[in-house]
Nanobody
Framework: QVPLLESGGGLVQAGDSLRISCTFG???????LGWFRQAPGKEREFVAA????????YYADSVKGRFTISRDIPKNMVYLQMNSLKPEDTAVYYC?????????????????????WGKGTLVTVSS
């Protein structure tokens, strides 16, 4: 079973909405999960995180109020609902998981080489 597998990326216009999904293996059930993104020519950056129970979330300032992270525990899925998309949101979006922490802090503050990663899904926002 692939530990983390993203889906749902695509090409949208500015102002549109898109939801991307990540299927995670049972090893991540009791740990925090998150989304990062990497735009062309830029470093990978944090987007959103959710704690193990799905009750606590945390967002980068650049997406706060537009993006919503959620998780469906029985289905082993985590989602990123993206509204009011902008061309600067264009990036490969990566699902990330911790196997050492349960809080959003563990996603936000852990060195990226301490997290587990999916292969990413491309989101392109045209102007």
């Amino acid at each position: 079973q692939v530990p983390l597998l993203e889906s749902g990326g695509g090409l949208v216009q500015a102002g549109d909405s898109l939801r991307i999904s990540c299927t995670f293996g049972r090893a991540f059930t009791n740990y925090a999960l998150g989304w990062f993104r990497q735009a062309p020519g830029k470093e990978r950056e944090f987007v959103a995180a959710i704690n193990w129970g799905g009750h606590t979330t945390y967002y980068a300032d650049s997406v706060k109020g537009r993006f919503t992270i959620s998780r469906d525990i029985p289905k082993n899925m985590v989602y990123l609902q993206m509204n009011s998309l902008k061309p600067e949101d264009t990036a490969v979006y990566y699902c990330s998981g911790s196997q050492s922490g349960t809080s959003t802090t563990d996603i936000v503050q852990s060195p990226q080489d301490r997290l587990y990663w999916g292969k990413g899904t491309l989101v392109t926002v045209s102007s």
